[in-house]
């Protein structure tokens, strides 16, 4: 707007006489042509339009046609009065990403939120504020994301006093849970070997599996939950598999697989298009958590707002990754009582499975 201010009155005469003149010669040209001439000019716009365009289109489209098949999806059961929600996070955020309407009517109904987070996300280094962060910027990451995760529940409604956060390495849970189960894992990102943010649940534990087990396995024990959320093991993220791994052993420990339910975060191909903030769209079920038997939950306009400001708590997230963050506030949320397909729900040669004289190999 500056520069049109300044332009000087003659100025502003040949800017539109040399318009005048671009017009006058575009329609002496297009009049010069054949019918089919014009007709090969049009669709040759179009099509550079369509391919600079296409992947909106796409998304659009492919957002449309799942909304279909979403809304044959059957309900999934709501809060009751006595009702206590935990949901086990990897980082801080996927708990808003995965159940923010959820964990708002369990508390309008009279229930009880638990939110457990394993890591604090100490790992992202982008979001640090620098391409190669120090140790020690990385370690400043946890406590202001911790710090963004009490805001974002906030934003729910929930009190801090909700939250348990484990301190274990980002970007190290499948380490913990695989070869580091009893040996001591150091995060690459950090340099700890044990949890040491202050107000984590137990400061000076080792970064090993069998120490994340035994934690979980005492708040599952003491916090009593009715429903446990937790990631899928088919999600993409190593951290969120390894999160579901952890989850279920500790819950079947203690008898109460029936409990648990799942859902999924990196779906794969783009999970959700379209990106960017579509309130009014369904989610729709991830590509990697084909077969899984999905219920959707349906969200009010508030629970949608409230879901969106949440979301919007994670500030070291949104600035680098808000169009996929706010992707996830849609009509409804997806939740699985299975965490991996039922034999019978897909085809053999499905999902990566084959039959190999009656024995299933991966």
Not at 6 to 21: G, I, M, S
Not at 323 to 333: G, H, I, K, S
Not at 336 to 342: E, K, Q, R, T, V
Request: net charge positive.
């Amino acid at each position: 707007m500056p520069l049109v201010r300044r332009l000087a009155p003659w100025q502003w005469l040949l800017l539109l006489l040399a318009l005048y003149l671009l017009l006058a010669e575009a329609l002496r040209l297009w009049l010069g042509l054949l019918w089919a001439e014009r007709v090969g000019l049009v669709l040759a716009a179009l099509g550079v339009w369509a391919f600079v365009n296409g992947r909106f289109i796409f998304a659009y489209y492919h957002a449309l046609a799942t909304s279909l098949r979403v809304r044959r999806l059957p309900l999934a059961p709501g809060p009751g009065p006595g009702e206590h929600l935990l949901v086990l996070a990897p980082h801080p955020d996927d708990e808003v990403l995965a159940a923010a309407g959820l964990m708002r009517r369990t508390l309008e109904a009279g229930g009880r939120v638990s939110v457990v987070y394993l890591t604090s996300g100490d790992a992202f280094d982008l979001a640090a504020g620098s391409p190669l962060p120090s140790k020690e910027a990385m370690r400043r990451l946890a406590l202001r994301r911790m710090v963004e995760a009490w805001r974002g529940l906030e934003a729910l409604g929930l009190p801090r006093d909700s939250a348990y956060f484990l301190g274990f390495p980002d970007q190290g849970l499948f380490a913990l849970f695989t070869t580091h189960y009893y040996l001591p894992y150091e995060s690459p990102y950090t340099g700890l070997k044990a949890v040491a943010y202050p107000g984590c649940y137990r400061l000076g534990l080792s970064y090993t599996g069998k120490a994340l087990e035994a934690t979980l396995l005492e708040l599952l024990s003491s916090l009593k939950p009715t429903r446990i959320l937790l990631p899928s093991p088919l999600d993409a993220h190593r951290d969120h598999q390894a999160t579901g791994y952890f989850g279920m052993q500790a819950a079947a420990s203690l008898g109460m697989e029936d409990r648990l339910e799942y859902y999924l975060i990196h779906g794969g191909y783009q999970y959700p298009l379209p990106k960017g903030l579509h309130p009014r769209l369904p989610l729709y079920p991830p590509p990697r958590g084909r077969g899984l038997p999905w219920r959707r939950f349906p969200l009010t306009e508030e629970e949608v707002r409230l879901k969106e400001k949440a979301i919007r708590a994670h500030r070291s997230q949104m600035r680098l990754l808000g169009r996929f963050l706010l992707a996830f506030v849609r009509q409804n949320e997806l939740y699985s009582p299975l965490p991996i397909p039922a034999r019978e729900a897909l085809a053999p040669e499905e999902e990566g499975w084959a039959v190999l004289e009656g024995r299933e190999v991966l």
